[in-house]
C-alpha cells in the first residue's frame, strides 16, 4: 500500500495513515514504518526539503502543519520563558529579582516586568543563555513578566490523546535518522584541512532537521513531552540504533553501529583495561566498560608520557596522578558512557562536533520540560570529563568554552539539581578529577628553594591551556555548583575529595618563579605572568572564596577546623618537597602562595565568624617560622621592585608587583598574606620578627650608629627606600585591622575612603577599586543599596560640568571635609596603590584641604590615626612594639637622623615617628615599675633595661661600641675611656632575655630560635652595626666621602648620651628650624597633662607629631614628664661647633630663598608686562574695550594705515600689494541653515514604526523647490540672480583672529610639510594650526590695503533727496569693470585674492555651486560669491540667538573676518557686468514696458521683482557697488529694496485671506480717503488685490483653501503685525551689512516687539519727523521714487503677464515666508532603552539586513551602518557618504550599541562623547555597564552649540583620518 500511497497527495497520506491507526490490528504502524523507510532513507540527503514535508505533514495528520502547531500549543502548560539565545544577544540581569546571580531575561520579559527602580543592567552575552522568566528557582516571583506569572494547570486542558499519536510515532525515525547522519559524516583525523570540511558540510547538511526539531521544542509543553520521552526510552534507542528494528538494508545499520564504535574508540573512551583516573588502583572487571579519562594507562599514558620525559620528571608525574585518585569510589563512573538512549548518544556527538551552534540551541529549548532538565544534567555529568577532554584538544577552544558554559549555567544553577547530581553521578568528584587531569599535561618541576633536591612540581604557566584560560568553563561550573550550600557541604565532608583539591591547589604553590638578574638585562621578557595570576585567582581563590561563603555560622566550625588541617598538612608536604629547613633562596621570589592563603583565609573565618580559638588552629612554633618566610619575602621584593632592583628583569616584574596589589587580586592575594604575617608576629619572638624583617629587606648592614658603613647587598641608592620599606611594612602590619577585628562596614568604609583620597572617582571606578568578594556567588553586590548608602557617607556627589575647552567631565565623588579631618588614613592609602604617585597624589589633595580649611597651612604629614580595637586573639601582635630590638632600631634612626647621617629621609622619620606612637597607644597591661625590675634583673647592658617602651624612651644611651672604617669622621675624634655597653655584648644578653622568656617551649623550637639569632647576630656584628640597619646619613661634622678601595674596619667607642626623649626633643629643634623651640605645654598651664587632648594635633608636620608624642610620654609615667623637663632645661646644644655650622646654614639658606623669591617675582612681572602689550596688540580682539578690532572698515580716525602683527615674523606693520598680510581663516562647507524648520520645536527623534520625520519642511529643500520652479518658467541667468544658494553646502569662513604675512605663511606651511611629527590634520589639503592660539585653520584671507584719503568716503554725506541718491546709484553701476584696482594688474594681492577664492570654491562639493542650466557659466560664479556673503551674515545671525535685540558688537563679531571676505567676494564680483537689460535697479527704480512673454516664445521671460528674494537683491547690489560705498546710497538701496519686499508682504497675505476677506478688503481701502495714501498699507493692500485678480491668480489658490487654516480672522492689526514678522528677517540681514560695512555699532532693545523700530531707524528708513518714542507702523519706512501705485502695478503686471504658463506654481512662488526657526538637532527620548530597543534590531533600509553597528544621524534622523561594506558606495561607507549629502561633509551621528557620538568632519573623525550619562552622571561606552541611561541636556545643548557655531574643529581635539571607512 505504500508505493500507491506516495502518489497521492500528501495531506490525503498522512489522513489515512492517522486513521489506520485507530485500529486496533497495527496495520497502521506497519504501513507507517514502510512510508519512513523510504522518507528518511540514509541514502537519501538528511535534511531533503521533501522529507521534511513528508514528516511535518504525517505529524499534523493531515491538517496544514502551521495549524497543527497552533493547536498544540493551546495545550501548552509551561510558565517557563526558556527563550534560548546565542553570543551577543542583549539580554537583562536584574540582582533584586535574582535568586541565583546567573538569572538573565530577555528583553520582553524584562520590559513586561516590573523593574523600576531595581538594580539590574543590561548586558551582550558573551556565551548565549535562556531566559529564565517564570523559573522560580532561579528569581523572584515579583520579577516575572505577566505572561510568565505562575497560572494553575488546571486552566489548561488535557492534550488529545489522537492529536500527539503520529508525532510519538515518527519523532523516534527522525531523531534516528539525525543520529545516522552524526555517525556517518564524523573522520577521526581533525587536523587535516579536508576532514575539517567534511566535518562542516555534515552540520551544513543537518541544519533543516535540526531547526525542525527546534520548531517542534517552541510548540510548547506537549510537544516538549513527547520529545523528551522519545530522547529517554532505552527501548527505543536499543531496538533503533541496532538496527533490528529497521526494515531496510541491514549493512547499512551494521556499518553505521560500527562507526559510531569506532568514534567511541578514537575518543579514548573504549576498553577493557582502562578504567577512570580516579580509580586507578582499583582494578574493576568489565569488558564493555568506559573509562572517563584514559590518562593512567594505554595510549593516555603514551600520550602524555613524551612531554614527562621531556621535564625529566616522569616519576613525579607519576606520583602526583597516583596521589590524586584516592576520591572517587563508586565504579557507577566506570560505565556512564555506555549509551542506553538517544538523548545519551546525541549529546556525545554534540561533543564530537565540538559543540554546533543548532545542536545546542536544540538541546537547551527543551530545557523547559523538568523531565527533561534532569535526565539531560544527568547525560551531562555522565559525559563532562569527555566534554574536557574534546575541550583541551579543541582548535577552537574559546567557541567551545563558551558554548559549554551556555548549558552548564543553565543546568548547575538549580540548587536541587545540582544536589541531586552530586549524590547520584558524583559530579565533584568528577569536577575535580578532571581539574587534576587537566593541569597535569603542563607541569614543571619546580625551582624554588633547593633547586637540586626540590620534588615539588608546579604547572607551566606558558602552556596554552593556562595561557588561553581553557580551564576556565570547569572552574566556573565548580565556582557554580560550591556556591549552593548542600553541594558545598558535601564537598567539605569528604576528606578524600579535600585531599584531591589540596593536591591540586599545591600545583600553583610557587608556580612563575622569578629569579633576579643581577648582571645583564634578561633577553627576553616574559609576559606569562597574568596567566599565573588569573589561574590562582579563578582556580584556587574563587572556589575558596565559595567555601568561605558557607562558613560564616557556628554550625560549619568542624568544616572549617578540617579544612585548617588539610592545608596544614598540604603546606608541611610542600616544604618538605621543596626540601625547606628555616632561610628562603636568595634573589628568587614568588607571588602564589594558595596553600597560604587558603590556610589565612579559613583562620580568619574560624575567628571571626565562628569565634574558634585561634590557638587551637595554629601549628607549633617552628611551623609558624616557616609558614612567614614566604609571604615575608613577597612584602621584601615588592619593596626591592620599587627600589629598582629588579629593573634588569624588566618591566613585567613590575607588572607582577602591580597586579599583586590591585583591586581584584588584592582580596585574595596580599589581605590574606599580610594576615598571616600579623598571625604568625603575634606568636611568634617579638625580637626574632623584627630581626627577621629586617634581615629580609637586606638593610641589617646600614642600623649602625657610625656614619658609615661597609657596603652590603642593596646599592648604597637602594638603601634608603628599602629601609623606608622595612619600616613602612612594619607599620602597615601593626596598623591594619582587615582581619583582626573590622566589621564589614568598616573595612567597605575604608577601602572607600582610600580610593577616594587618592583622587575624585566616578562611581564605576570606585565600584571597580573597591576589593570584592570575587566569588559573584557570594551574596555582596557591587552597587547595592548598602554600597550607595555608605557612599552617600563618606562622599560628596559633583555632578558633570563643562571646561572652557569643551571637554567633557564625568559625574564624580570627592571626599566630605570630615573624612578629610578624621579619617583620611595614609597607612590604608599605602596598602591599595598600585602606583606610587598614587600615595603622593592623596598626600596633595589633604595638603589642599587643610590649606582650604585654615588648619594647616605649611607642608603636613600624613596624620596618625588611631587604630580600631584588636580582636583579643591578636593582642600578642603589640608585642612587637616592645621588644628591644625594635626599640634600638629606633633609637638608632632618630639619632642619625639628628646627626645628619646620609641616607636618612622624612619618610623614615615619619615612621619611625609612628611606631613610637603605636607603642605608646598600646602599652602592654604590667605596670612601668614592673617592667624595670625585669629588666634590671634579666639584663645587664646599657641599651635599654626592659622591653616597655614608655620606660626606654627616657633610658640614657651613655656609649656604644661601633665597627667603623679608619677613614670616618668618628675616629678623628678621641675615643672615650669608659664604656659601658658594645654592640656584641649587647645582642648576646639580648638573645638570653628574649630566649628566657621563650624557654616553655619544645627544645626543638629554642635550638631553632637560637640558630636563626646568631646567625642574625654575626650579620650586626661583622658589620659593625648596632642592631638593625637604617639607611645612613653624612655627619655633619664632615663631608665625608667613600675612598675606591674598601677601608679597613675597626673598632670605635660612640659617646651618645641622649635617650630617645632627648633626641625627640633635638628634632623638634631641627624641624622647626629654631633652638630651644619646644617648652612643655604643661609647664604653661599648671593643669594636668590628662587634660590635655594629643589627638586634636592631628594635622600638622613633624613639629606637631614630635608634640603629639611628647604630650602621650609625659602621660604615661611622672619620669618622663620629668625627664622631658629636664631636657628642655638644658639651653646649650650638645654639640657646640655645630650650632653656629647649622645657624650660619639656616641664615644662608634662607637669604637665597629670598633672593630667588624677588628674581622670580622680577620675572613674572617682565611676562606680565609682555604678554599685556602682546594682548593689546596681536589679540585685541579679545578686549572688552574694543568692538572691532582689525576690522578693515574701522571708523576710527587715525592718520596711519592699519597696522598687522604677523604672528609668525613678530613684525607690525600695515598690508600692502607687495607684502600683503591674511587673516588665519577656517574654511568649511556647511549646511546647518539648510535644516532650519518653521516650528520653533525640534523635530522629535523617531522611536516606532508609527513616527517618521519629512525633510520636506527643511529650508534648504524649499529653496531647492523654489531654484527648480523658477528654472521652470524663466531665463535662467535671471533666476541665478533671484535666490541665494548655500543653504545646503555653503561656505562658512570663521576666524581666530590673529594675522600673518602671507609669505611667512608659505613658509610655515613648508616647514609642516617637512616635519614628520604624526599631525591630525592634513598639511597636503593646506591645513594648518594657529601658530600663535593652535586653533584649525586651512587658509588666508588677504587684508585689503587702506588708504587713508579713502576713509572719508565711507562717512555719510549731506543730505540729499532720494531722486538724486537713486540717480547717483545708477551711474555708478555703470562705471562696473572700470574700477582702478582692477584684478588685471597682477600683484602679490590680487594672487592672493584669487586663491582664497580657489580655496572658497574647492572647500565645498560642486553640486553645491551647479545650479545653472549651463555647467561653469559665469552666472553660477556670480551666485555662488553673492550667496557665501548671505549664508555668513544669516550665520552671525543664528549665533546671536536668531534676532539683534542684543545689539553691541557681539562676540561673534570680534573675531568676524566679514569685512575682508566682503572685499575679496566684491572685487571677484565686479568682474561681472550685469546686463542693463534686466538690471534690477532699473526696474526697482523706473517704470519700464513689460514686455508680453507671448511675443518672445524662444526667450523665456525674466524673474518677476515679486517672485525675487530681496535679500539676494541687497547683496548684489551693495557688493557689484564700487568699493567707496557711501553710507546714504546703501540707504538708498535698502529703502528702494523695502518697497518692493513690502509689496512682497502685502501679496502674500493677500492670498491667505478668503474670497469674502479679499472682497472685504478690497472696497474698504477705496472708500477711505487719505493723505499718505501711498504709504497706507489698506490702500496698497486693496490695489494688489485688484492687479492680481485681473490675472486669475485667486481662482488657482481658492481650490487650496480649503486645506489651509482661515480660522484667523485679519484685523488691520494683525497685518500689521505679520508685515513686520515679514520684513524682520531682511532687517536684520541689512542691519548686519551696514554694521560690517560701516562699523556702526548695532542698537539694542529690550523685547523683541521694539526689534522692528530699532532696525528701522539704524536702518535710516523712518521719516525724521517720528519722534524717538512713537510706536512704528511698518508703512512709516515706505518711501516711493515714483507713485506706489503705479510701479506696484508694473510689477503685478510682470507677474500676470507670465501666469499662463505657470498657473499652479503662482501660490508657491508669490506666497514667500522669509521666517525660520533657529537650527535645532533632533529631540531625543529621555530614556536610551527607548532608541536602543527600537534601532539595535532594526534593519537597514539599504541592505535590508540588522547592521553590526547601526547609527543614527541626529541632524535628520537618517538610520545608516557605520563601517557596513554592504552599504559601500564608490568606497564610501554609509556614515561619511550621509555626512556629504546632509551635512556638506559634517556628520553627527549616534552609535547605537555604543551610546557614544561621533563627529565626521570632512576628512577626519572623532569620538566627541555620550549625551547620554547614568544616575551618577557617568557615560556607559560600548554598553558596558548596561546601567539606565538618561538625556543629559547640557551636554546636548553643548553638542547642539558647538555643530551650529562650527565649532567641532576648535574644541575636540582627537581627530583622526576616517579614510572613507565609516
Not at 898 to 908: F, G, L, V, W
Not at 1225 to 1240: D, E, I
Not at 1379 to 1406: A, C, G, H, Y
Request: charge should be negative.
Amino acid at each position: 500500500m505504500a508505493v500507491p500511497s506516495l502518489r497521492r497527495d500528501k495531506p490525503g497520506v498522512a489522513a489515512s495513515l492517522k486513521a489506520e491507526f485507530s485500529r486496533s490490528d497495527g496495520r497502521g504502524s506497519q504501513l507507517l514504518s514502510e512510508l519512513l523507510d523510504n522518507v528518511l532513507n540514509p541514502k537519501r540527503p538528511v535534511a531533503e526539503a521533501e522529507g521534511l514535508e513528508w514528516c511535518k505533514c504525517l505529524m499534523a495528520g493531515g491538517e496544514r502543519f502551521e495549524d497543527f502547531c497552533q493547536t498544540v500549543r493551546a495545550y501548552d502548560h509551561a510558565t517557563l520563558c526558556g527563550l534560548v539565545w546565542t553570543a551577543n544577544f542583549v539580554a537583562y540581569r536584574c540582582r533584586t529579582c535574582g535568586i541565583s546571580p546567573c538569572m538573565s531575561l530577555c528583553a520582553e520579559c524584562f520590559n513586561a516586568g516590573e523593574h523600576t527602580g531595581h538594580d539590574f543592567n543590561m548586558f551582550r552575552s558573551q556565551a548565549g543563555g535562556a531566559c529564565d522568566c517564570g523559573d522560580s528557582s532561579v528569581m523572584r516571583d515579583s520579577g516575572f513578566c505577566k505572561r510568565h506569572r505562575s497560572t494553575s494547570g488546571s486552566s489548561i486542558p488535557s492534550v488529545p490523546s489522537d492529536l500527539m499519536m503520529m508525532s510519538e510515532h515518527i519523532l523516534p525515525r527522525v531523531i534516528f535518522r539525525l543520529v545516522q547522519h552524526l555517525r556517518d559524516g564524523y573522520s577521526e583525523s581533525v587536523s587535516d584541512p579536508a576532514t575539517e570540511r567534511d566535518i562542516q558540510r555534515t552540520l551544513q547538511q543537518m541544519e533543516p532537521l535540526v531547526s525542525l526539531l527546534e520548531d517542534l521544542t517552541k510548540m510548547g509543553g506537549a510537544m516538549r513531552s513527547i520529545l523528551t520521552r522519545v530522547l529517554g526510552n532505552h527501548q527505543i534507542y536499543k531496538d533503533l540504533s541496532s538496527g533490528d528494528f529497521c526494515t531496510g538494508e541491514k549493512t547499512y545499520a551494521k556499518k553505521n553501529y560500527d562507526k559510531y564504535l569506532t568514534a567511541l574508540k578514537g575518543s579514548g573512551l573504549v576498553s577493557s583495561e582502562e578504567r577512570s583516573a580516579s580509580s586507578v588502583l582499583d582494578h574493576m572487571a568489565g569488558a564493555s566498560n568506559v573509562t572517563i579519562l584514559g590518562a593512567t594507562a594505554g595510549a593516555g599514558q603514551r600520550e602524555s608520557s613524551d612531554e614527562e620525559e621531556q621535564d625529566g620528571s616522569q616519576g613525579i608525574g607519576k606520583r602526583k596522578r597516583v596521589k590524586f585518585c584516592n576520591g572517587t569510589k563508586d565504579p557507577s563512573i566506570v560505565d556512564i558512557l555506555k549509551h542506553k538512549c538517544f538523548l545519551e548518544e546525541i549529546l556525545f556527538w554534540t561533543v564530537k562536533y565540538e559543540f554546533p551552534q543548532k545542536m545546542v540551541t536544540f538541546l537547551l529549548n527543551m530545557l523547559p520540560d523538568q523531565d527533561y532538565k534532569i535526565a539531560f544534567t544527568k547525560t551531562f555529568v555522565q559525559h563532562y570529563a569527555f566534554i574536557m577532554k574534546t575541550l583541551i584538544k579543541s582548535h577552537e577552544s574559546d567557541t567551545m568554552s563558551n558554548r559549554i558554559v551556555h548549558i552548564s549555567v543553565q543546568l548547575f544553577s538549580n540548587e536541587e539539581l545540582a544536589r541531586q547530581v552530586t549524590e547520584e553521578c558524583q559530579l565533584l568528584e568528577i569536577m575535580v578529577t578532571v581539574l587534576l587531569y587537566m593541569m597535569e599535561n603542563c607541569l614543571v618541576k619546580s625551582e624554588l628553594q633547593d633547586e637540586e633536591n626540590n620534588f615539588h612540581v608546579v604547572v607551566n604557566c606558558g602552556e596554552p591551556l593556562l595561557k588561553n584560560n581553557t580551564y576556565w568553563p570547569l572552574v566556573s561550573d565548580f565556582i557554580n555548583i560550591l556556591s549552593h550550600q548542600s553541594v558545598a557541604k558535601r564537598f567539605l565532608e569528604d576528606q578524600g575529595l579535600l585531599q584531591m583539591w589540596m593536591n591540586f591547589v599545591s600545583l600553583f604553590q610557587g608556580m612563575n618563579l622569578n629569579k633576579r638578574e643581577l648582571n645583564e638585562h634578561v633577553e627576553f621578557e616574559s609576559q606569562t605572568y597574568y596567566a599565573a595570576f588569573a589561574a590562582e585567582l579563578e582556580a584556587c581563590a574563587q572556589p575558596m572564596w565559595a567555601l568561605l561563603t558557607h562558613c560564616k555560622i557556628k554550625d560549619m566550625e568542624e568544616y572549617t577546623r578540617t579544612v585548617v588541617r588539610y592545608c596544614l598538612d598540604a603546606l608541611q608536604d610542600w616544604f618538605d618537597a621543596i626540601n625547606f629547613i628555616d632561610e628562603p633562596s636568595p634573589n628568587q621570589v614568588t607571588f602564589h602562595l594558595p596553600l597560604h592563603r587558603y590556610y589565612a583565609m579559613f583562620l580568619s573565618k574560624a575567628v571571626r565568624c565562628q569565634q574558634l580559638d585561634l590557638d587551637s588552629l595554629l601549628p607549633d612554633q617552628e611551623m609558624l617560622m616557616k609558614l612567614m618566610v614566604h609571604p615575608l619575602q613577597i612584602q621584601a621584593c615588592l619593596s626591592e621592585i620599587h627600589s629598582n632592583m629588579w629593573v634588569r628583569n624588566g618591566l613585567q616584574i613590575k607588572g607582577q608587583a602591580m597586579t599583586y596589589v590591585q583591586s581584584h587580586f588584592c582580596n585574595s592575594m596580599i589581605d590574606p598574606d599580610i594576615f598571616l604575617l600579623q598571625v604568625c608576629a603575634s606568636r611568634l619572638d617579638p625580637d626574632y620578627f623584627v630581626s627577621s624583617v629586617f634581615e629580609r629587606f637586606k638593610v641589617v648592614d646600614l642600623l649602625t650608629m657610625a656614619s658609615q658603613h661597609q657596603d652590603g647587598a642593596p646599592d648604597p641608592e637602594h638603601e634608603k627606600s628599602m629601609l623606608e620599606g622595612a619600616l613602612t611594612f612594619l607599620v602597615l602590619l601593626l596598623s591594619l585591622r582587615i582581619h583582626l577585628g573590622m566589621t564589614d562596614d568598616e573595612i567597605l568604609r575604608a577601602e572607600m575612603v582610600a580610593q577616594l583620597c587618592m583622587s575624585d572617582r566616578t562611581h564605576s571606578t570606585l565600584l571597580d577599586l573597591i576589593p570584592e568578594n570575587p566569588n559573584p556567588k557570594s551574596g555582596i553586590i557591587p552597587g547595592s543599596y548598602y554600597f550607595e548608602n555608605m557612599l552617600s557617607a563618606v562622599a560628596d556627589f559633583k555632578a558633570p560640568v563643562f571646561e572652557p575647552g569643551g571637554s567633557m567631565q564625568q559625574g564624580m565623588y570627592t571626599p566630605k571635609a570630615d573624612v578629610w579631618n578624621i579619617e583620611f588614613d595614609p597607612i590604608m592609602v599605602i596598602l591599595r596603590t598600585v602606583y606610587r604617585r598614587d600615595v603622593q597624589s592623596a598626600m596633595d589633595r589633604y595638603m589642599g584641604f587643610l590649606k582650604q580649611t585654615g588648619k594647616f597651612d605649611g607642608n603636613p604629614w600624613p596624620p596618625y590615626r588611631e587604630r580600631a580595637l584588636l580582636n583579643p586573639s591578636y593582642k600578642g601582635l603589640m608585642r612587637i612594639l616592645h621588644c628591644k630590638t625594635l626599640h634600638i632600631v629606633l633609637f638608632t634612626l632618630l639619632y642619625k637622623i639628628s646627626m645628619d647621617h646620609q641616607n636618612m629621609s622624612e619618610h623614615i622619620l615619619c615612621m619611625v615617628l609612628n611606631l613610637i606612637e603605636l607603642g605608646l597607644d598600646n602599652l602592654p597591661e604590667e605596670s612601668v615599675e614592673e617592667e624595670e625590675m625585669l629588666g634590671e634583673e634579666h639584663c645587664s647592658d646599657s641599651w635599654f633595661n626592659g622591653t616597655n617602651i614608655a620606660t626606654n624612651l627616657h633610658h640614657i644611651i651613655n656609649h656604644v661600641r661601633v665597627r667603623v672604617p679608619e677613614t670616618a669622621p668618628e675616629m678623628i675624634r678621641e675615643p672615650l675611656a669608659s664604656t659601658s655597653s658594645d654592640t656584641t655584648c649587647v645582642q648576646r644578653s639580648r638573645r638570653a632575655t628574649a630566649l628566657n622568656r621563650e624557654s616553655s617551649n619544645t627544645a626543638q623550637v629554642f635550638s631553632l630560635v637560637a640558630e636563626r639569632r646568631r646567625k642574625f647576630q654575626e650579620i650586626i656584628n661583622r658589620n659593625g652595626s648596632s642592631t638593625i640597619h637604617t639607611p645612613d646619613v653624612r655627619a655633619k661634622t664632615s663631608k665625608w666621602t667613600a675612598p675606591n678601595s674598601t677601608p679597613q674596619l675597626t673598632t670605635t667607642i660612640l659617646e651618645v648620651r641622649e635617650s630617645m626623649l632627648s633626641l625627640l626633643i633635638k628634632l623638634h629643634h631641627k624641624l622647626s628650624g629654631k633652638q630651644n623651640s619646644y617648652y612643655p605645654c604643661w609647664l604653661e598651664d599648671s593643669e594636668s597633662t590628662s587634660r590635655l587632648d594629643p589627638m586634636q594635633q592631628i594635622h600638622g608636620d613633624g613639629t606637631t607629631a614630635v608634640e603629639r608624642i611628647l604630650i602621650k610620654t609625659a602621660a604615661q609615667s611622672r619620669q618622663n614628664k620629668f625627664s622631658i623637663e629636664e631636657i628642655c632645661r638644658k639651653v646649650t646644644p650638645p654639640i657646640p661647633p655645630k650650632k653656629n655650622v647649622s645657624d650660619k646654614k639656616a641664615l644662608d639658606k634662607e637669604e637665597r630663598r629670598q633672593k630667588a623669591r624677588e628674581r622670580q617675582q622680577k620675572l613674572l612681572a617682565e611676562f606680565a608686562s609682555r604678554q599685556k602689550s602682546f594682548m593689546e596688540t596681536a589679540m585685541d580682539i579679545e578686549s572688552p574695550d574694543s568692538d572691532v578690532a582689525m576690522d578693515i572698515g574701522s571708523s576710527e580716525k587715525q592718520d596711519s594705515e592699519t597696522v598687522y602683527d604677523c604672528v609668525i615674523c613678530g613684525q607690525s606693520g600695515p598690508s600692502t600689494e607687495e607684502r600683503p598680510t591674511g587673516l588665519v581663516v577656517l574654511l568649511q562647507a556647511s549646511s546647518v541653515l539648510g535644516h532650519r524648520r518653521r516650528s520653533t520645536e525640534p523635530k522629535k527623534l523617531p522611536t516606532s514604526d508609527e513616527e517618521k520625520i519629512y525633510p520636506e519642511d527643511t529650508c534648504g529643500t524649499a529653496h531647492d523647490v523654489r531654484i527648480t520652479d523658477l528654472q521652470r518658467y524663466f531665463k535662467d541667468s535671471s533666476c541665478l540672480q533671484s535666490v541665494s544658494i548655500g543653504w545646503e553646502g555653503g561656505v562658512y569662513v570663521q576666524t581666530c583672529g590673529h594675522t600673518l604675512h602671507i609669505d611667512c605663511h608659505k613658509s610655515y606651511m613648508e616647514s609642516l610639510r617637512n616635519d614628520q611629527v604624526l599631525q591630525s590634520f592634513s598639511v597636503d589639503k593646506g591645513e594648518f594650526t594657529c601658530p600663535l592660539c593652535r586653533q584649525f585653520a586651512n587658509s588666508v584671507l588677504p587684508c585689503y590695503p587702506e588708504k587713508n584719503e579713502e576713509k572719508c568716503l565711507w562717512l555719510p554725506c549731506n543730505n540729499k533727496t532720494l531722486h538724486v541718491l537713486i540717480k547717483e546709484v545708477e551711474e555708478q553701476q555703470e562705471q562696473l569693470g572700470m574700477f582702478p584696482v582692477s584684478i588685471s594688474s597682477v600683484t602679490n594681492l590680487s594672487k592672493e585674492m584669487e586663491s582664497v577664492m580657489k580655496d572658497i570654491r574647492s572647500t565645498t562639493q560642486k553640486k553645491y555651486i551647479d545650479y545653472g542650466k549651463i555647467p561653469g557659466s559665469p552666472d553660477n560664479d556670480f551666485l555662488f560669491m553673492y550667496s557665501v556673503a548671505r549664508l555668513n551674515l544669516e550665520l552671525e545671525l543664528v549665533h546671536r540667538g536668531g534676532n539683534l535685540c542684543l545689539g553691541g558688537a557681539g562676540a561673534t563679531t570680534k573675531r568676524s573676518c566679514l569685512n575682508q571676505l566682503l572685499h575679496v567676494l566684491a572685487i571677484h564680483m565686479r568682474l561681472f557686468r550685469i546686463d542693463s537689460a534686466y538690471n534690477p535697479w532699473a526696474r526697482l527704480t523706473r517704470l519700464t514696458q513689460v514686455v508680453d512673454s507671448g511675443i518672445c516664445d524662444d526667450e523665456k521671460p525674466d524673474v518677476p521683482l515679486l517672485y525675487r528674494d530681496v535679500p539676494s537683491l541687497l547683496m548684489i547690489l551693495a557688493l557689484t557697488m564700487p568699493q567707496e560705498l557711501h553710507k546714504e546710497h546703501f540707504t538708498c538701496i535698502v529703502k528702494v529694496l523695502y518697497n518692493l519686499l513690502y509689496a512682497q508682504a502685502i501679496a502674500t497675505f493677500s492670498f491667505r485671506f478668503n474670497e469674502e476677506e479679499r472682497e472685504v478688503w478690497k472696497n474698504s481701502a477705496k472708500l477711505q480717503i487719505m493723505d499718505n495714501s501711498e504709504k497706507s498699507s489698506e490702500v496698497l493692500l486693496s490695489h494688489i488685490i485688484s492687479e492680481l485678480s485681473k490675472g486669475n491668480l485667486y481662482c488657482a489658490s481658492n481650490t487650496d483653501q480649503k486645506s489651509m487654516i482661515t480660522t484667523t480672522i485679519w484685523s488691520p492689526q494683525s497685518l500689521e503685525y505679520s508685515i513686520q514678522q515679514f520684513c524682520l528677517p531682511f532687517f536684520r540681514t541689512a542691519g548686519l551689512l551696514q554694521h560690517h560695512l560701516f562699523s556702526d555699532d548695532l542698537p539694542c532693545c529690550q523685547q523683541t516687539e521694539e526689534e522692528f523700530g530699532m532696525l528701522a531707524r539704524y536702518l535710516r528708513l523712518l521719516p525724521t519727523s517720528l519722534n524717538s518714542n512713537d510706536e512704528v507702523k511698518s508703512f512709516f519706512c515706505l518711501d516711493w521714487p515714483l507713485p506706489a501705485l503705479d510701479i506696484v502695478s508694473q510689477w503685478c503686471l510682470e507677474v500676470t503677464t507670465s501666469t499662463e504658463s505657470h498657473s499652479k506654481q503662482v501660490m508657491n512662488l508669490l506666497v514667500q515666508d522669509p521666517q525660520w526657526s533657529l537650527p535645532r538637532l533632533l529631540r531625543l527620548p529621555e530614556n536610551y532603552n527607548t532608541i536602543f530597543q527600537y534601532y539595535h534590531r532594526k534593519a537597514c533600509v539599504h541592505c535590508s539586513k540588522v547592521p553590526k553597528d547601526p547609527a543614527l544621524c541626529l541632524v535628520c534622523g537618517t538610520f545608516v551602518c557605520l563601517k557596513g561594506q554592504c552599504c559601500k558606495q564608490q568606497s564610501y561607507c554609509e556614515c561619511v557618504l550621509h555626512s556629504q549629502n546632509c551635512g556638506a561633509g559634517t556628520g553627527i551621528f549616534l552609535l547605537i550599541n555604543a551610546s557614544v557620538i561621533i563627529v565626521i568632519r570632512g576628512h577626519r573623525f572623532c569620538v566627541w562623547g555620550s549625551v547620554y550619562l547614568d544616575a551618577h552622571g557617568e557615560e556607559d561606552r560600548d554598553l558596558r555597564r548596561g546601567k539606565p541611561l538618561y538625556l543629559c541636556n547640557e551636554r546636548y545643548k553643548v553638542l547642539e552649540q558647538q555643530w551650529v557655531t562650527h565649532t567641532f574643529d576648535h574644541i575636540n581635539k582627537r581627530w583622526g583620518p576616517h579614510y572613507n571607512g565609516l
